[in-house]
T-cell receptor, first 113, second 114 residues
Framework: DQQVKQNSPSLSVQEGRISILNCDYT??????FLWYKKYPAEGPTFLIS?????DKNEDGRFTVFLNKSAKHLSLHIVPSQPGDSAVYFC????????????FGTGTRLTVIP | DVKVTQSSRYLVKRTGEKVFLECVQD?????MFWYRQDPGLGLRLIYF???????EKGDIPEGYSVSREKKERFSLILESASTNQTSMYLC?????????????FGDGTRLSIL
């Protein structure tokens, strides 16, 4: 049973516009959420995270929003750049002993020049 | 910078072979993980380890085993490789639990079982 879901397998956005990637989770015990970016033939790279005590975290062009009541988070990229084209994975953790992460299935973002 | 190194980028093996995938991290992390990534399924946890000689099953441990004899090294073993184990395998590490620290990944091993 998928505890973290990314319902959009792909997204295309024009360069300079906003990209919004969405993620839903089912486990109310999750309290730490992350976004990873993955290029082909490379491992996932950590992008940004948010703790459940916050509802927003910003790092440059990247902002993550958390809506705990809806069990929903989103990643905003503004402005989008062609180099942002990659697969984005949402992940969640529930403070288990080894920081186990539960991953979504990924959204492939294509930024069109 | 954290460095997680997987020994092979590409590997081709035959059905029934015993396959070893090696992973080394240089940041003295306590936790290490093995995932496989398949299209439409995301990353699925195979095994993880939170200390030397300790191991825990993840979501899909069947057909796999692991070994952690030293803190920096975590090996994934396919006991008798089968074609459904053709996949991208990713190793990750992170500091000890109860801290909000991201996992750091290697570049992956693309394994093909013929």
């Amino acid at each position: 049973d998928q505890q973290v879901k990314q319902n959009s397998p792909s997204l295309s956005v024009q360069e300079g516009r906003i990209s919004i990637l969405n993620c839903d989770y089912t486990n109310s015990m999750f309290d730490y959420f992350l976004w990873y970016k993955k290029y082909p033939a490379e491992g996932p790279t950590f992008l940004i995270s948010i703790s459940s005590i916050k509802d927003k975290n910003e790092d440059g062009r990247f902002t993550v929003f958390l809506n705990k009541s809806a069990k929903h988070l989103s990643l905003h990229i503004v402005p989008s750049q062609p180099g942002d084209s990659a697969v984005y994975f949402c992940a969640a953790s529930g403070r288990t002993g080894a920081n186990n992460l539960f991953f979504g299935t990924g959204t492939r973002l294509t930024v069109i020049p | 910078d954290v460095k997680v190194t997987q020994s092979s980028r590409y590997l081709v093996k035959r059905t029934g072979e015993k396959v070893f995938l090696e992973c080394v991290q240089d940041m003295d992390h306590e936790n290490m993980f093995w995932y496989r990534q398949d299209p439409g399924l995301g990353l699925r946890l195979i095994y993880f380890s939170y200390d030397v000689k300790m191991k825990e099953k993840g979501d899909i441990p069947e057909g796999y085993s692991v070994s952690r004899e030293k803190k920096e090294r975590f090996s994934l073993i396919l006991e008798s490789a089968s074609t459904n184990q053709t996949s991208m395998y990713l190793c990750a590490s992170s500091p000890a639990g109860n801290s909000n620290q991201p996992q750091h990944f290697g570049d992956g091993t693309r394994l093909s079982i013929l």
